[in-house]
DNA sequence: ACCCAGGCGGGCG
DNA sequence: CGCCCGCATGGG
């Protein structure tokens, strides 16, 4: 199946930190991107190809219908959000201007619940590449080429995978996790979903934040990490070290759009500010 | 050898 | 509330 998805950068998108990033296999040539990642039931392989600022997109997945699968599609990657207004919303500056245009296109992923929850618990004091890693042995070793859900990890041995010290609120959280109450939060209103989320260990202000955005996609949410520190305070002229005070200014500077924000600042800084 | 990583929990004042 | 510390392990 094919759709052509306009200010869409499946390159940009996939590369930027994102749950995709950690547990699906991606590659890239030019001005061609492909990705396969686990769901349920089976693989789902999308071959793009950039053509300026609009994707065309092939899509493949097993045991899905056709409208099933655009639907998939269209919500995993953020397709039916506004990005023009958002872009517009939140390009009141130099930095996010910059931003903007090196990374036309990125889109803020909805990834399952479940699977936003276990990324961003492994994700804690970490780096990218042994968050990858960890979440690729989970996916193989208990998921069996899937993505393992919260039984196939719950009382098993996963040292082995690496993960250290975040073992345990990975162990916790499988055991805890109750599909239909988490489903419940995104009825909640963002702070009141947040408080919910925050009493799991392993899930404090920053993890919290992003699995509201990139699980429950509530587009209002900050996660406030390093990068986004040093964002605000070098190019913001933000000089506090005060969380609160962060999640202040952005909700008043990028007010509903301030996930999309942190996104462009998260993966812009990162590349500027450290070298690359 | 050394410092850092998309932080968090727990303890303290 | 703010501050400080330890934390498992691998990447650079």
């Known amino acids: 199946m094919q759709i052509i998805a306009k200010d869409f950068n499946l390159r940009h998108t ?13 590659s890239f040539s030019n001005n061609k991107t492909f990705l396969s990642y686990p769901v349920e039931y089976g693989k789902i392989n999308v071959f793009g190809e950039q053509e300026g600022k609009d994707c065309i997109l ?12 655009k639907k998939e599609i269209e919500e995993r990657f953020g ?16 930095f996010m201007e910059g931003a903007i245009k090196k990374f036309y296109g990125m889109r803020v992923t909805k990834n399952s619940i479940w699977e936003t929850t276990l990324s961003f ?6 780096n990218i590449k042994r968050i990858r890693r960890i979440m690729l042995c989970l996916v193989e070793r208990f998921g069996k080429g899937s993505f393992p859900g919260p039984d196939a990890i719950a009382g098993k041995e996963i040292a082995v995978c690496g993960a250290g010290f975040r073992s345990k609120y990975i162990l916790e959280i499988a055991k805890l996790y109750d599909k239909e109450l988490f489903d419940s939060y995104a009825l909640l209103p963002y702070e009141d979903a947040k408080r919910e989320l925050m009493h799991y260990k392993g899930i404090g202000d ?6 509201l955005l990139m699980g429950y996609k509530k587009l209002e949410a900050f996660p406030i990490d390093t990068w986004v520190k040093r964002v605000l305070t070098m190019e913001y002229g933000l000089h506090t070290k005060s969380i609160k005070k962060m999640h202040e200014f952005a909700k008043n500077r ?3 759009f301030a996930g999309y ?3 462009y600042i998260f993966w812009h800084g990162r590349s500027y500010l450290d070298k690359g």
């Open 58 to 69: 092939s899509i493949e997945g097993e045991n899905y219908s056709k409208s099933e699968l």
């Open 121 to 126: 618990i492994v994700s804690q004091f970490n």
């Open 79 to 94: 397709l039916k959000d506004n990005i023009k207004y958002i872009y517009k919303n939140i390009a009141t500056d130099r």
């Open 254 to 256: 990028w007010n509903g």
């Open 206 to 211: 920053k993890v919290a934040d992003c699995i």
């Open 14 to 26: 996939i590369e930027s930190g994102q749950p995709l990033t950690f547990f699906g296999d991606y």
């Open 261 to 263: 924000a942190q996104q």
